[in-house]
């Protein structure tokens, strides 16, 4: 698709705000094919809306792709970007550093629990938890468990499209497409049950008991063979699965009896999504390591890390001092542009209160998602921080149809952008989002569905 076929006589639209063609970027989980038929462009976005090239409010509903939590193009992290990129455009970290990634690092640190006070910096949640994976295998051999190779994730889990994260990963289309991947990889079965938890807000009273899956993965493979579990706090990818009370406190005490590393995976619930800093102060458990990206930097430049716990960390921290402790790395870990947007987000989440905003908010915007639960075709609904989902029952022979068809509709009639999970559909706004724009949000909301039932 050309210009010309977008941009139509009077319509007020920036020639440089509209693609030339469409057609050489092969965008990424996306049906090409049909976005390229009708487009759904943004050009413009501040704080909770995208604007699209034509200047038409577009409601944010997901904060971009889970990690707009501040709210868009906020002043002071666009001024310490642009602060950072006059003074210092790149420095490497590969045996040489640079202040702002050492003072980021203790930010960070000082927001995490317990003993989880050391940070690896790279660009994006996969790294992350390819990371942390690699931290946990490397961390058995140096401390002369070699035999723990094993790594177990979740099915319906999601932890990036690294070939680490996709075989600790539940998703079945990344294990149907890209074969083997890892070896040696188990996983515990989902925590959703809808016979049990269907309608909940929060965490469901139902499913602590499924932790225990654990005992038997490790009756069947022996603890010596295995490294770690990985394990989101809230399933944020495939459709906003909370993680049911007790769950996580079991698997603390299951990988605790077998000296297996828990690490949570927060790319998405991280930095407030549910009321906190990170999940694991919301749930009163310290895991081993926690992977962030997303909301570090509101999403305005790429940056990913793992916090370590303490222990972890001095174990490499042994023999000859001019040897590499850990042989892995980015070119781009702790970018200078990225810890600048870092520290700027951190001090607005402070200065706004944000996480604190969001725990209050959260009981009415639960309330809110579930006045759907009467919509036609509505199967279940969840919500847990700011975040809500909504099952849709599917079309007969197509599945995710109708999902899509919501997609669509909500952002070219509805003025909204939403997420969808096949046919689940999940709002995650902004942490900034008002009372009044939750409602509006749930309005539209409620027109999409009706709309395509």
Not at 57 to 66: E, K, N, P, V
Not at 117 to 122: A, E, G, I, N, T
Not at 203 to 227: C, K, M, N, Q, W
Request: proline residues 5%.
């Amino acid at each position: 698709m050309a210009l010309d076929d977008l941009v139509t006589e009077g319509a007020g639209v920036r020639a440089d705000a509209i693609p030339n063609d469409l057609d050489a970027f092969w965008m990424p989980f996306t049906s090409n094919r049909s976005f390229k038929k009708r487009p759904r462009l943004v050009s413009r976005a501040k704080d909770m809306h995208y604007y699209t090239p034509e200047g038409r409010a577009i409601l944010d509903g997901c904060a971009g792709l889970w990690c707009v939590n501040p709210g868009h193009n906020r002043e002071p992290i666009v001024e310490a970007i642009r602060q950072a990129a006059t003074e210092v455009d790149f420095a490497p970290t590969f045996q040489y550093g640079h202040p702002q990634a050492f003072r980021l690092a203790s930010r960070i640190a000082d927001l995490a629990p317990g003993d989880l006070d050391h940070v690896f910096f790279c660009n994006s949640g996969s790294e992350a938890v390819d990371t942390a994976l690699k931290i946990a295998l490397a961390y058995h051999q140096t401390t002369g468990a070699g035999t723990r190779t094993r790594l177990i994730g979740r099915e319906r889990g999601y932890h990036g499209v690294g070939f680490g994260g996709i075989s600790v990963g539940g998703i079945v289309s990344n294990r149907r497409t890209f074969g083997t991947m890892l070896t040696g990889v188990d996983h515990l079965r989902s925590t959703y049950d809808r016979e049990h938890q269907a309608f909940t807000k929060g965490e469901p009273d139902y499913g602590a008991h499924f932790a225990d899956e654990l005992e038997r993965i490790v009756a069947l493979h022996d603890a010596s063979t295995i490294a770690s579990v990985i394990v989101e706090p809230m399933g944020g990818s495939t459709g906003v699965l909370p993680t049911p009370k007790g769950y996580l406190k079991r698997l603390r005490e299951i990988c605790d009896k077998y000296g297996i590393l828990l690490i949570f995976d927060e790319v998405i619930t991280g930095f407030g999504r549910l009321g906190h800093a990170f999940a694991a102060e919301r749930y009163g458990v310290v895991p081993d390591m926690i992977t962030f990206a997303k909301g570090i930097t509101a999403g305005a430049v790429p940056m990913g890390g793992v916090l370590v716990r303490k222990g972890i960390h001095d174990a490499f921290m042994k023999g000859p001092e001019h040897v590499v402790e850990l042989f892995h790395g980015y070119t781009y870990s702790a970018h200078p542009l990225a810890c600048a947007a870092g520290l700027a987000t951190l001090d607005l989440y402070a200065k706004e209160h944000t996480f604190t905003h969001a725990r209050a908010l959260e009981p009415f915007f639960a309330d809110a998602i579930m006045t759907l639960k009467d919509k036609p075709g509505v199967l279940d609904i969840r919500t847990v921080g700011i975040t809500g989902a909504v099952d849709l029952a599917p079309k007969d022979g197509a599945p995710g149809l109708k999902g899509y068809e919501a997609l669509e509709r909500a952002f070219h009639e509805e003025g909204l952008m939403m997420r969808i999970a096949g046919d689940t559909l999940v709002v995650t706004p902004p942490l900034i989002i008002s009372k009044d724009q939750v409602g509006e949000l749930v309005e539209k909301l409620g027109r999409v569905i009706e709309k395509v039932a």
